[in-house]
């Protein structure tokens, strides 16, 4: 079994939670590297459904390490009541099964505030984020005024940190966002309490997985969002503030590129978005909606509704480019049951010029004009296929032409939320 790095090839919510929970069961570790609580896993085992924010999805494979890497920003709050509400769904999270990076960053309630109060301002260049403090902490990080999880769990880190920190963040929270200021000693004995609850969890992550794969063990690096939210690559600024895409598994771990085997790459057999920003394949009235409702795309964190849109093999291509991606798994194929005809984004015009290359420059990209090429649907209800032989065969030949299009073999076909619902064509990780 190799390495593997598990992301979101379009704009996040693709179902990576259930193909990681998958593959988990033939590795060894599984590891979150980016990202926070504006992730939503979901994932269904019989009529249980599991909805994971910080924690990797082997969380729910009893036999597993899971692990939050130093690239991940993790809220306490939100982490000790996402355990208490795994354990009350019958798993656990303990010092034996989850380890959390001494140098991930923390998720503080200024972070939250002013997000959200951004956001409200905003107006026009409203971004949509998931509101919970993620720009915010990663500025602070990469402004070298942030609060690591080493810190959280020594009184004397968290207090001396905090004091350099919370005066200039109060006064940009009061001054320019017109908010409320936050008061230190409220936040240094809740979170002090926080770091005594989460020490446990606390490890140096890069040299414990350095070993685990010198002595044989592998890795399953599970990216959140998508490729197109990527901080260097997505739409920005209509993106996350982290490196979502393969890239960031190293950067968000310790682990060297060169320890890493393989890219699968997770889509959706149409396209969603969830926030502001440029989306090609927009499907809007009516039939975007009847797109939206047989998906049910409400968000697993937010609970807003995702915008809907064809497949873009044109976008999946360059985020195959920038990830590496070498096996696609495509989930939800069983959404388009009913529908007559299927559109498939094969290109992008611009003034007239078809594209070469998926553009830089958000205008351009609004602007665009999708080359779509038409296919037939298929009436039939394919949840309860088995093979690929049992989908009819204008099924076949959509996903023979997201192959064709896209340049990238599909390793798995998902017809449902629930584990064993999935067709495997390639047997990748034997
Ligand atoms: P933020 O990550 O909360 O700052 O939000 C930035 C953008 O990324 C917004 O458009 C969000 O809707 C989007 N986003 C963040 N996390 C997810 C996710 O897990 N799935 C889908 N979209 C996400």
Not at 225 to 252: E, K, M
Request: net charge negative.
């Amino acid at each position: 079994m190799p390495n593997v790095v598990v992301i979101g090839a379009q704009w996040g919510d693709e179902g990576k939670g259930r193909i990681v929970d998958l593959i988990s069961e033939k590795v060894d570790i599984i590891v979150r590297y980016q990202g926070g609580n504006n992730a939503g896993h979901t994932i269904v085992i019989g009529d249980e459904k599991v909805v994971l924010h910080h924690l990797p999805s082997g969380i729910l494979r009893e036999d597993k390490l899971s692990v939050i890497g130093n690239g991940v920003v993790v809220d306490p709050k939100v982490l000790l009541q996402e355990i208490i509400e795994l354990e009350s769904a019958g798993y656990s999270a303990n010092e034996n099964n989850l380890k959390i990076s001494d140098r991930a960053h923390v998720i503080m309630p200024y972070h939250r505030e002013i997000d959200m109060a951004r956001e409200s301002m905003n107006g026009k260049g409203k971004i949509g984020t998931t509101g919970r403090g993620i720009g915010p902490v990663y500025e602070d990080k990469a402004a070298r005024r942030g609060i690591k999880f080493a810190d959280l769990i020594d009184p004397d880190s968290l207090s001396a940190r905090l004091k350099d920190v919370l005066e200039e963040r109060n006064s940009y929270l009061t001054k320019v966002l017109g908010g409320n200021p936050l008061n230190f000693e409220e936040i240094f004995q809740e979170y002090v309490q926080y770091g005594r609850e989460l020490k446990r969890f606390s490890c140096d992550v890069s040299t414990l997985l350095n070993k685990s794969i010198s002595n044989g063990q592998n890795i399953l690096f599970e990216g959140a969002q998508g490729a197109l939210l990527d901080i260097d690559f997505g739409t920005y600024p209509y993106v996350t503030s982290s490196s979502s895409g393969s890239g960031g598994a190293s950067i968000g771990t310790g682990v060297s590129p060169t320890k890493i085997d393989t890219v699968l790459g997770i889509s959706k057999a149409y396209t969603t978005r969830v926030g502001e920003g440029p989306f090609p394949t927009e499907i809007s009235g009516e039939l975007g909606e009847e797109l939206r409702q047989a998906g049910g795309e409400f968000g697993a964190t937010t609970g807003r509704s995702r915008r809907c849109g064809w497949f873009d093999a044109f976008a999946l291509k360059y985020a195959a480019q920038i990830n590496g991606i070498s096996w696609l798994a495509v989930t939800k194929l069983d959404v388009l049951s009913g529908f007559k005809k299927i559109n498939v984004c094969i290109g992008y015009r611009y003034k007239g010029q078809q594209l070469t290359s998926f553009p830089s420059n958000n205008q351009v990209l609004k602007d665009i004009e999708p080359i779509y090429l038409e296919m037939e649907g298929w009436k039939e209800d394919i949840s309860e296929a088995k093979e690929l032989s049992e989908l009819p065969i204008q099924a076949r030949k959509y996903l023979e032409k997201l192959e064709e299009t896209t340049g990238v073999p599909i390793y798995t076909v998902s017809l449902g939320p629930s584990r064993e619902k999935i067709i495997f064509l390639n047997e990748i990780f034997s």
